[in-house]
């Protein structure tokens, strides 16, 4: 059996900042939300995938919503979760093995260190390979500095580009009302910030917030119950590279230049034919180095390309609109937001971004063509999902 598979329902949860609610009570919110929007019901649903959340994840998130899935996945690789989740859902509807997948996330990532019941540091734990980094005070976010450093070193790419990044989500976020913040920011306020670690200042770093989303796949013969206009999985990759820092080969190189090259050959397209791109953006140095490992640009220059005299990454203007919802950088960032990217990939192929921050191509119609990159870990995994619409 080999079917098509399309994402027929997509929702946010109440996102940026949710005092009130449970990281459970989000899941349910976003979960009902995508089942309202593709207009199915949850009897439908036969597979889930859910990772984040319980002892037994995707069991007790599963339960809380009261589904007995006969497929389940609890892939949990970072960020870059929901992409590679959805790949492997893709393959379970094409091979027949499920009917309707539902993925869901949510979180109170902000809520909980604002109430105490956590603190704002990220811990993997000191155990495995992680020993050797750990003891030396090597955090996630010193690991994507130095791979900055790095980047910065052999190719020349600055500071004021990399700021650039985070001044153009902040222009896309602008346009966007569910965003967390929408003031506009220059490369000089970038630069101006506290400095988090050298060389990111707190504006090259993603927010902290609450919130939610869920993302429905169901296989072809569905597509005409469903009230939206499908958007097809047109091609996936996966791939992981490393999780010392000593084992990762060039610190210039993320795991998406393997994904994106198996999810574009999948699809049969090419990087230039994309409409625009929403890539996991933790930092504004992963945003950069993944256009050039996606194929946007060539190794090296991802610097010029997204300068913000350029203007590229915009959604007004732009040539490639990236991170069209403002990003991590700037809309939300609950934790592992790669399921985040796949909402607003699916709202924009579908012409339900609003009239603001719409993307239209040169001709002024809808895109037809999007990919959503997720990045794991301090650049360990990485999830390239390409989507078409009708």
Known sequence: MSRKVAIVGVALSDCGR????????LHAQAARRALADAGLGREVVDGFASAGLGTLAPAEVAEYLGLRPTWVDSTSVGGSTWEVMAAHAADAIA???????????????????KAGRRTGNLSFGARGPLQFEVPYGHTLIAKYAMAAR????????????????????????ALNPEAMFRTPITVDEVLDGPMIADPFTKLHCCLRSDGGAAVLLAAEEYVQDCRTR????????????????????????????????????????????????????????????TLEDLG?????????FVEAAKGRLKVAGGELP????????????????????LVEA????????????????????????????????????????????D
């Open 150 to 173: 790095r980047h910065m070193h052999q190719y020349g790419t600055t500071i004021e580009q990399l700021a650039s990044v985070a001044v153009q989500a902040r222009a896309n976020a």
């Open 230 to 289: 499908p958007v097809w999985i047109l091609g996936t990759g996966e791939h992981v590279s490393h999780v010392s820092m000593s084992e990762w080969a060039d610190f210039t190189v993320s795991p998406a230049a393997v994904s994106g090259r198996i999810a574009f050959e999948r699809a049969g397209v090419r990087p230039e034919e994309i409409d625009f791109a929403e890539i996991y953006d933790a930092f504004t140095y992963m945003t950069l180095v």
């Open 18 to 25: 949710v005092d009130d609610v449970t990281p459970y009570a």
């Open 296 to 304: 946007f640009c060539g190794k090296g220059e991802g610097g010029p």
């Open 322 to 341: 990236v991170n069209t919802d403002g990003g991590g950088l700037s809309a939300q960032h609950p934790g592992m937001r790669g399921l985040f990217l």
């Open 95 to 113: 091979a027949g093995h499920a009917n309707a997948v539902l993925l869901v996330y949510g979180s109170t990532a902000r809520a909980d260190v």
């Open 346 to 389: 699916v709202r924009q192929l579908r012409g339900e971004a609003g009239e603001a921050r719409q993307v239209r191509t040169g001709d002024g119609r809808l895109p037809r063509l999007a990919v959503a990159s997720g990045t794991g870990g301090w650049f360990c995994s990485s999830g390239t999902v390409v989507l078409g619409s």
